[in-house]
């Protein structure tokens, strides 16, 4: 695999300490190594030859009904579970073009180095409307409320839509390689004078629905591994995960847009949900929303020496119903996301968040380092005040620590409970937000225990209960310097 992802397993001091003896302190209750490329069971090539653009590459008009759907999906139907289907290069071939394909129990996708696997840009190849009722996919319509309310009762969603581009509802698969999938959300849509961005960015003003294809889908898919592989130009989530016990990424590069002249809405870079067990490490996400955004119902997570770029960053929510609960976060470099470390709902959507700990992360050019906020309003950054919806669904935020949290640049600080019933309980150990005034903190309804060094910024608020056990003085250099490096 890349020369970086071995070079970092062997170098790091945290890294070198988890290969050892599992994940130091971590969340994810398996002892997680980095994977291992399984044999092939057979190789297909590559028959587009695609040349590489500022976007990531174009595929040319006249290749556009060249669909490689049907032998990919028929090589992994026969493969067998402990083996792999390499997608390679021949002479110029270097690309394939697919529609939907699902992976098989114990399978692998390989795509090799120099390959890219890229979608259709035909919304009928991902239509899942029944029959008979009206094609949905590519396009939008009206949301039936002005704010999104969670609702388990799936007869009352919209039926209809896009299916990805990858689906996973088996065991034991894997995405590897040090190829590319790319899911050309830049491109017009077939039959359609805009994009997949296009359609979502357009609908964003009045909240309206639309449909669009994700690139990976994975639901009760225990054990399912990305390894090395990178995600370019995903139409909306890249990747969303349900129901799964036991998921890893491991080197995973994905970044939409890569032409970044172009707007991309709405594209999460790893969004786990109602699962457990999880292992994001040593990744590269820069994208158009949340970098990892955890969904309701997730325990036992790590996130280990991750590069987040553009993005909302290191996200909970905004559905937190069923709980979000025993997160680790360690080793994290954010470099430009609108937030840093955030945790967002609000009482159309909350529930119980607590056991969460971030260590050792380093932010620069991050407006907002810390959002915890039961304020949610559906933007991309919280506001700092209470917006006053009514609802029954509570947020409740307990048992968080912070430590060794070190930004460069100045930025707000949001920590907020709702109300004397529901406080936010957090611990404030060594927290730097450089050159941060005191105008820029907002906390109400808090608990806050400081350890080490405590906090560089001040902590008055609206019913601020503060326990000190700081030990130590403050901290006077930046340990974060040589941290901030280029996107990978």
Known sequence: MRSELRGFVAGGFVVALWCACGVARAQDTRVVTEPKIPPVCVKLDAGLSVAPDVRGGRVRDEDEGKLDTERIQKALDGCGAGRAVELAAKGAGN??????????????????????????????VYEMAPEGEPVKCGTSMPRPTSFPTFSTNAAARPRGGCRPLITIAVKNAAIMGEGTIDGRGYAKLMGHDYSWWE?????????????????????????????????????????????????????????????????????????????????????????????????????????????????????IGSETVLGQNYLLVDGLVENHTTSGIRIKSNVKRGGPVHDLVYENICMKDVPIPIAISPYYTNQTVEPFEDPKYEGDKIPDYKAITLKNIYS????????????????????????????????????????????????????????????????????????????FVPMR
């Open 95 to 124: 690309a394939f073009l697919s529609g939907p394909l699902e992976l098989r129990e114990g399978v692998t996708l390989l795509v090799d180095k120099g390959v890219t696997l890229y979608g259709s840009r035909d919304p009928k």
């Open 199 to 315: 359609m979502a960015r357009k609908a964003e003003p009045h909240d309206d629905l639309y449909y669009s294809t994700r690139l990976i889908v994975a639901n009760h898919a225990d054990g399912l591994i990305l390894y090395g592989i990178t995600l370019h130009n995903s139409p909306n989530f890249h990747v969303s995960v349900g129901g799964t016990n036991g998921f890893t990424a491991w080197g995973v590069h994905l970044q939409t847009p890569v032409d970044k002249t172009l707007d991309a809405r709405n594209t999460d870079g790893i969004d786990p949900g109602g699962s457990s067990n999880i292992t994001i490490a040593h990744s590269w996400i820069d994208n158009g929303d949340d970098n990892i955004a955890i969904k309701q119902g997730v325990s036992h997570m790590s996130v280990l020496d991750n590069h987040f770029y553009s993005g909302h960053g290191m996200s």
């Open 408 to 483: 460069e640049t100045p930025g707000d600080v949001l920590i907020a409970g709702l109300n004397e019933e529901h406080r936010t309980g957090i611990t404030l150990e060594n927290v730097f937000v450089t050159g941060i005034k005191p105008n820029h903190v907002h906390l109400d309804y808090d608990d806050i225990t400081l350890k080490g060094s405590g906090a560089s910024f001040s902590l008055d608020g609206q019913s601020v209960k503060v326990t000190d056990h700081r030990d130590v003085e403050s901290l006077t250099s930046d340990p974060c310097g040589a941290k």
